[in-house]
């Protein structure tokens, strides 16, 4: 589902890409601006209780990961650095959503379970995107789990928008519990699958 919302948005968007590089704007500037726009969303408005404006800002600004992608290729400027910069941003911008969320449940709604939880999403999923981008790197398949990054952010910013347009704050822990079970989940899916294709591999090499 979410392959098919990814090219439904990259059709929408590249006519905004091809301008950009017709500016002179490079790919890495725009996934740069994008995760400095995800920051903002997350801690400035998070923090302070505007859960709706902050998700608002976030969207707007996670569209810049299709966005830097969509000029890369069309650009022909596809590179192991440009790769790396977007892996490394996407770790900060996913890691600043529940930061924001852990101080909105310090400061503004206090609540240490709900506080020490958005924390284990933190964690966990910078887990997740570790274990898969690890496991690649030692030549392992490790493209399985049940929160995917996109369903992640898909999740949380759809959960806490609502949880404020409908008043239903109940929608955020909500959204926060599936999201820790399911990212500790999948980092042991991940976990499993490597250590089992590992073990395959020592024994065809005895």
């Known amino acids: 589902m979410m392959e098919r919302f990814r090219a439904f948005w990259t059709k929408v968007i590249s006519p905004i890409a091809h301008l950009l590089l017709r500016l002179g704007v490079s790919p ?17 408005f998070f923090p302070q209780g505007e859960l709706l404006t902050g998700c608002l800002v976030i969207t707007a600004f996670v569209f810049s990961d299709l966005l830097d992608g969509t000029m890369a290729r069309t650009s022909g400027r596809v590179t192991k650095f440009g790769a790396f910069w977007d892996s ?24 240490k379970v709900y506080l020490v939880l958005s924390l284990v999403c933190l964690l966990m999923g910078a ?51 599936t999201l820790a079970i399911a990212s500790t989940i999948t980092v042991g899916q991940r976990v499993w699958v490597v ?8 024994r065809t090499t005895i």
Not at 28 to 44: E, R, S, Y
Not at 97 to 111: D, H, K, Q, T, V
């Open 88 to 111: 490394t941003l996407d770790r900060i911008g996913d890691g600043a959503i529940f930061m924001g969320l852990a101080l909105y449940f310090a400061w503004e709604e206090p609540s």
């Open 28 to 44: 890495d500037a725009v996934t740069l601006v994008g995760t400095l726009g995800v920051c903002a969303g997350a801690l400035i």
């Open 195 to 202: 250590r089992r294709q590992a073990l395959a591999e020592a």
């Open 127 to 177: 887990v997740t995107s570790y274990a898969r981008s690890r496991g690649e790197t030692l030549g392992f398949d490790v493209k399985v789990g049940i929160a995917e990054r996109a369903d992640r952010l898909v999740l949380i910013l759809v959960m806490t928008a609502f949880s404020e347009i409908l008043d239903l704050p109940i929608l955020l822990p909500i959204a926060l519990w």
